[in-house]
Nanobody
Framework: QVQLVESGGGLVPAGGSLRLSCAAS????????MGWYRQAPGKQRELVAA???????NYADSVKGRFTISRDNAKNTVYLQMNSLKPDDTAVYYC??????????????WGQGTQVTVSS
């Protein structure tokens, strides 16, 4: 099992910044991808950003140029730096780890979620 602990959410005015962190522990071993998803009230969960074990990144179009994902493999931790926040960014943000057993077999693990609220 893999456990994920998130931190860094909160309330921020529009235009502000937040940094989310997610530390993985337990049976974590390479290769694994890490990412952040979010879910706003009444909406489906969506990918915000992801980073592979090789540090390739992928971003939702809505956050490109504003958010930056990074990881520290020594600490099994993923970060999401969020700048120029907008009210539309308000959501519960979930950390994800995808642990690979082969090219086609993997398991997904999720954090408990952290609330990000951007006031207008």
């Amino acid at each position: 099992q893999v456990q994920l602990v998130e931190s860094g959410g909160g309330l921020v005015p529009a235009g502000g910044s937040l940094r989310l962190s997610c530390a993985a522990s337990g049976r974590i071993r390479s290769p694994y991808d890490m990412g952040w998803y979010r879910q706003a009230p009444g909406k489906q969960r969506e990918l915000v950003a992801a980073i592979t074990s090789g540090r390739s990144t992928n971003y939702a179009d809505s956050v490109k140029g504003r958010f930056t994902i990074s990881r520290d493999n020594a600490k099994n931790t993923v970060y999401l730096q969020m700048n120029s926040l907008k009210p539309d960014d308000t959501a519960v943000y979930y950390c994800n780890v995808r642990l690979y057993y082969s090219d086609s077999m993997y398991s997904d693990y999720w954090g408990q979620g952290t609330q990000v609220t951007v006031s207008s």
